[in-house]
């Protein structure tokens, strides 16, 4: 299994990144996904997750609904997020692997920064 993430970039606050992830080694369709970020010092965390099986369910971590947009391709095995109106505590490295219910994958990939700043 293996998650390439990239579009990471240093932005202004309020500006836009669109993140990419590419999923391969296994059936991913039938999974949730989702995009986690960390800080230094700090576990990954959740920010938003969509639901497999064709659904497009999406959920998203109370600090960045309204400004960012999970997506995903079946057919390409590819995972999206649109991250809109950005702010300086959105600043972290972010990687995609499953999501609830599932456990994420212990493989990681390396992961894409994304840093806001003026």
């Known amino acids: 299994v293996q998650f390439v993430e990239s579009g990471g970039a240093l932005v202004q606050p309020g500006g836009s990144l669109r993140l990419s992830c590419a999923a391969s080694?296994?059936?991913?369709?039938?999974?949730?996904m989702g995009w986690y970020r960390q800080t230094p010092g700090n576990q990954r965390d959740l920010v938003a997750s969509?639901?497999?099986?064709?659904?497009?369910?999406?959920n998203y971590a109370d600090s960045v609904k309204g400004r960012f947009t999970i997506s995903r391709e079946y057919t390409e095995n590819m995972v999206y997020l649109q991250m809109n109106r950005l702010k300086p505590e959105d600043t972290g490295v972010y990687f995609c692997?499953?999501?609830?219910?599932?456990?994420?994958?212990?493989?990681w990939g390396q992961g894409t920064q994304v840093s806001v700043s003026s």
């Open positions: 692997n499953t999501a609830p219910p599932y456990t994420p994958y212990n493989s």
């Open positions: 969509i639901d497999g099986g064709g659904s497009t369910h999406t």
């Open positions: 080694g296994t059936a991913f369709s039938a999974f949730s």
